[in-house]
């Protein structure tokens, strides 16, 4: 809309100002005036170039700071669901969950079905078929962790922040409460530096391709899940290293 109204007033004044050079200039001083006219222009040109160029360049990076902050997520994201296979719980605690992926261990199931007589009384016995489930082993969680920097999971890259880590539970079915885990960054600190307008309007997203709300976050407080609210778009991108 502001690009839109520069174009016009733009028009507005070229139009008053050729008429306004064309009655009361001398004919010996417009070539002062043309000058000027071309550097107006030329102010102009850049300004509505800018007015295009901007939204493209914000659309661009915020992709880019996006990524970086989705790539953490997807780690602190990792551990909470390896630290609740161990603990049936999640944790708040960066130092809890730094611990259990450097010293923890994970359970290695066998499943198999077992097959055993059971006496239905009066000599009658029938097989019927279970399902065993036995551990046969552990294997240390940092194994998943290898090549990864989850020291530093934690922090918002970006910014001087770090993620806001909350537990809780939920009514999964009626009678049954379920352990519940959120992280989140805010978007004004990961867009600090940026177009003041394009942040505000990222802010009340609500398009299906884009990052809705003002958080970018995994996992949720309000329903089971350890999704995250970013489209697939950003599960297909690869971050470059700076």
């Known amino acids: 809309m502001n690009l839109l109204l520069m174009i016009l007033a733009a028009v507005v004044v070229a139009v008053l ?5 064309v009655k009361f200039v001398p004919l010996k001083m417009r070539w002062l005036i043309s000058i000027l006219l071309l550097a107006a222009t030329v102010f102009l040109v850049s300004k509505i170039y800018n007015g295009i160029m901007e939204p493209i360049h914000f659309a661009k990076e915020k992709e880019v700071r996006y990524a970086k902050v989705i790539k953490n997520l997807k780690l602190i994201r990792d551990a909470e669901v390896k630290y609740k296979e161990v603990y049936k719980t999640y944790t708040n605690s960066k130092d809890s969950l730094i611990n259990f992926i450097e010293k923890g261990q994970l359970a290695l199931i066998e499943t198999k079905n077992v097959e055993e007589k059971v006496d239905r009384g009066g000599g009658i016995f029938i ?9 046969i082993g552990y294997e240390p969680v940092s194994k998943y962790f290898e090549n990864v920097d989850y020291k530093e999971m934690f ?10 880590m909350a537990i809780g539970r939920v009514e999964k079915v009626a009678g049954l409460e379920v352990p519940v885990f959120e992280v989140k960054a805010d978007k004004t600190s ?6 003041t307008s394009l942040v505000k309007q990222e802010l009340e997203a609500l398009e299906t391709d884009q990052i809705k709300g003002a958080f970018v976050s995994v ?7 350890t999704g995250g609210n970013w489209p697939p778009s950003y599960d297909k991108a690869v971050v470059k290293k700076d």
């Open 127 to 135: 097989t019927v078929s279970k399902k065993q489930i036995d551990t």
């Open 155 to 164: 922090n918002v890259p970006g910014t001087d922040k770090q993620f806001e």
């Open 219 to 225: 996992g949720s407080l309000n329903e089971v899940t």
């Open 17 to 21: 100002l050729a008429i306004l050079v």
């Open 190 to 195: 990961i867009l600090k530096g940026m177009s």
